[in-house]
């Protein structure tokens, strides 16, 4: 029988890792040129915040504590200058919010927007009505007819500003709470108390958006089924129409990474067991799967063709934090953990005039291609039509990565009762996402990802 591997590797959410980027050399490529001969009608927007008013011990994303001497206005000066110089490379001339402006190749359309962080809430009221002004006026995105995401925490998530973004046409709002147990939020090292959180769920459900998203984490330190159902049942409550439920992950450089000794199979098993629990519980509340993390409530409204699932080619990152990917290559600016390198990025961006050119980032070729859709549709519980991929790239998974989902199968991962014409992953394979996933990185990206030197 084969081993299984250990459940949690890597949290996948985009392939290749951003740890397998690398500065493009001279001359680097023209955004124009990038973008020339990319399908353009419907493209995804996301504008990222790097600030956040603390930092959580477990988070190793691109963010920075405070934003003095007016850094938020540079840094919205500098992302206006970024979306300026982003549509005209797309062959917009000027941008309209009806999203009609013929490019190149087609119509320049947008059918998604997001504005992620960091936290984007950080923001004043008045600034996140300047970044919604940047979307529409400079991209070109209607706000109000495409779905629009936006993350918040339970200190920003204040009235004046919650109205911006519901007039603006906000169609979801996505909450870190992580844990409704005050004991077990100090031991993530996320101060909050849960009358903050409470009273900020109350605010954004009288905001009127129509989704509401929880986020919690499961693995905390003594963290147990019984606190684990306290959270769960106390985010019910509010009858989110979508919940997250993350693992635990201690990282380098992160406020519990240099507090927490490396994860062993204790841990291991722990997670599994609340990860099981938690889905369990939501099942049996009316809530569907959608993947390893996301639980949707069974009633909730659509979010659009693909909700938050596999994004595909098409994508517009505006922001030092933020990716961007055409079918050829994948870039964005530099990324670093640490609080001295972050700010040092941050300040180079907002001093930045020239956004014509990509500066960091990974070529994608065909094979790294069909990694990609792979990896993240089979990540998604609904599974992957084996037809679509067949028609992409005119062969079959099975023959394109037959040591990989034979290994799959020998684990108990596939699922032996879907439909003909459907992979798809059972409860266990879901289960193991986080092992899943990165088996499924090219031994390239292996080796650049783990010469990253962290920072």
Same mark, same amino acid.
């Given at each position: 029988?084969?081993?299984?591997?250990?459940?949690?590797?890597?949290?996948?959410?985009?392939?290749?890792?951003?740890?397998?980027?690398?500065?493009?050399?001279?001359?680097?490529?023209?955004?124009?040129?990038?973008?020339?001969?990319?399908?353009?009608?419907?493209?995804?927007?996301?504008?990222?915040?790097?600030?956040?008013?603390?930092?959580?011990?477990?988070?190793?994303?691109?963010?920075?504590?405070?934003?003095?001497?007016?850094?938020?206005?540079?840094?919205?000066?500098?992302?206006?200058?970024?979306?300026?110089?982003?549509?005209?490379?797309?062959?917009?001339?000027?941008?309209?919010?009806?999203?009609?402006?013929?490019?190149?190749?087609?119509?320049?359309?947008?059918?998604?927007? #997001?504005?992620?962080?960091?936290?984007? *809430?950080?923001?004043?009221? +008045?600034?996140? &009505? !300047? $970044?919604?002004?940047? @979307? =529409?006026?400079?991209?070109?995105?209607?706000?109000? #007819?495409?779905?629009?995401?936006?993350? *918040?925490?339970?200190?920003? +998530?204040?009235? &004046? !500003? $919650?109205?911006?973004? @519901? =007039?603006?046409?906000?169609?979801?709002?996505?909450?870190?709470?992580?844990?409704?147990?005050?004991?077990?939020?100090?031991? +993530?090292?996320?101060?909050?108390?849960?009358?903050?959180? =409470?009273?900020?769920?109350?605010?954004?459900?009288?905001?009127?958006?129509?989704?509401?998203?929880?986020?919690?984490?499961?693995?905390?330190?003594?963290?147990?089924?019984?606190?684990?159902?306290?959270?769960?049942?106390?985010?019910?409550?509010?009858?989110?129409?979508?919940?997250?439920?993350?693992?635990?992950?201690?990282?380098?450089?992160?406020?519990?990474?240099?507090?927490?000794?490396?994860?062993?199979?204790?841990?291991?098993?722990?997670?599994?067991?609340?990860?099981?629990?938690?889905?369990?519980?939501?099942?049996?509340?009316?809530?569907?799967?959608?993947?390893?993390?996301?639980?949707?409530?069974?009633?909730?409204?659509?979010?659009?063709?693909?909700?938050?699932?596999?994004?595909?080619?098409?994508?517009?990152?505006?922001?030092?934090?933020?990716?961007?990917?055409?079918?050829?290559?994948?870039?964005?600016?530099?990324?670093?953990?640490?609080?001295?390198?972050?700010?040092?990025?941050?300040?180079?961006?907002?001093?930045?005039?020239?956004?014509?050119?990509?500066?960091?980032?990974?070529?994608?070729?065909?094979?790294?291609?069909?990694?990609?859709?792979?990896?993240?549709?089979?990540?998604?519980?609904?599974?992957?039509?084996?037809?679509?991929?067949?028609?992409?790239?005119?062969?079959?998974?099975?023959?394109?990565?037959?040591?990989?989902?034979?290994?799959?199968?020998?684990?108990?991962?596939?699922?032996?009762?879907?439909?003909?014409?459907?992979?798809?992953?059972?409860?266990?394979?879901?289960?193991?996402?986080?092992?899943?996933?990165?088996?499924?990185?090219?031994?390239?990206?292996?080796?650049?990802?783990?010469?990253?030197?962290?920072?």
């Amino acid at each position: 029988m084969t081993e299984s591997p250990r459940p949690y590797e890597s949290y996948v959410y985009a392939y290749p890792h951003k740890t397998a980027y690398r500065p493009l050399p001279d001359p680097t490529p023209s955004l124009a040129a990038l973008w020339r001969d990319e399908p353009k009608d419907a493209l995804s927007l996301y504008a990222h915040i790097p600030f956040c008013e603390v930092r959580c011990g477990f988070c190793n994303l691109f963010t920075r504590i405070g934003a003095p001497d007016e850094l938020t206005t540079r840094y919205l000066d500098a992302l206006d200058r970024q979306a300026t110089a982003v549509r005209e490379a797309l062959g917009a001339s000027q941008a309209v919010s009806n999203s009609q402006t013929l490019g190149d190749s087609g119509p320049v359309r947008f059918a998604t927007a #997001a504005f992620g962080g960091g936290t984007p *809430t950080f923001l004043t009221a +008045a600034e996140l &009505d !300047r $970044l919604c002004d940047i @979307a =529409e006026k400079r991209m070109g995105v209607d706000l109000r #007819a495409v779905p629009l995401s936006v993350e *918040t925490s339970p200190s920003t +998530a204040t009235a &004046d !500003r $919650l109205a911006v973004l @519901a =007039e603006r046409g906000a169609t979801r709002l996505s909450i870190g709470v992580q844990s409704f147990v005050e004991a077990e939020a100090r031991a +993530a090292v996320r101060p909050q108390r849960r009358s903050e959180v =409470e009273a900020a769920l109350a605010r954004i459900r009288e905001a009127g958006v129509p989704v509401l998203n929880i986020d919690l984490i499961y693995g905390i330190d003594g963290q147990t089924e019984q606190t684990w159902t306290h959270s769960l049942d106390a985010a019910l409550v509010w009858r989110p129409e979508e919940l997250y439920l993350y693992p635990l992950y201690v990282r380098p450089l992160t406020g519990l990474g240099r507090l927490t000794a490396t994860a062993d199979r204790a841990w291991d098993e722990q997670r599994l067991r609340l990860y099981r629990h938690g889905r369990d519980h939501l099942l049996a509340r009316g809530y569907e799967q959608v993947s390893m993390r996301m639980f949707r409530r069974a009633d909730a409204p659509p979010q659009g063709a693909d909700d938050y699932a596999c994004q595909t080619d098409g994508m517009i990152g505006l922001g030092c934090g933020a990716r961007s990917y055409t079918a050829s290559l994948h870039y964005s600016f530099d990324y670093a953990v640490e609080m001295r390198e972050i700010r040092a990025i941050i300040d180079d961006y907002t001093a930045t005039e020239d956004f014509t050119r990509a500066r960091v980032g990974r070529w994608v070729d065909a094979g790294e291609a069909r990694r990609r859709h792979l990896l993240q549709s089979l990540l998604q519980a609904r599974g992957m039509p084996i037809g679509e991929y067949e028609d992409r790239f005119g062969a079959s998974p099975f023959a394109d990565f037959p040591d990989e989902l034979g290994r799959f199968e020998a684990l108990g991962w596939l699922d032996p009762t879907a439909p003909a014409g459907l992979l798809r992953l059972s409860p266990e394979g879901l289960a193991h996402s986080d092992a899943l996933g990165p088996a499924l990185f090219s031994p390239a990206v292996r080796a650049a990802m783990a010469a990253y030197e962290p920072k």
